[in-house]
């Protein structure tokens, strides 16, 4: 795996969101993740969609969205 390659993998995001998160006194109460997606497609991104469902339909318990970009 490069270097590119383990710096971008969920599992880094996720830990770099976490460390945010508690940095800046967040609680992660859901995550939306798209693992091997890329691009601007929405139709290719569960992820995306089912946090923009969320939020449209009142089922989103957050004030905060943290993207990992």
């Not at 929405?42 to 923009?52: D, Q, S, W």
Request: charged share 30%; proline share 1%; net charge negative.
């Amino acid at each position: 795996m490069s270097i590119d390659r383990q710096t971008y993998s969920i599992e880094n995001q996720r830990d770099a969101i976490e460390v945010y998160a508690d940095l800046m006194g967040y609680d992660i109460v859901a995550t939306y993740e798209d693992a091997g997606r890329s691009g601007l497609n929405i139709e290719r991104r569960p992820g995306l969609r089912r946090l923009l469902e969320d939020v449209e339909n009142g089922q989103a318990d957050f004030e905060t969205v943290v993207v990992y970009d």
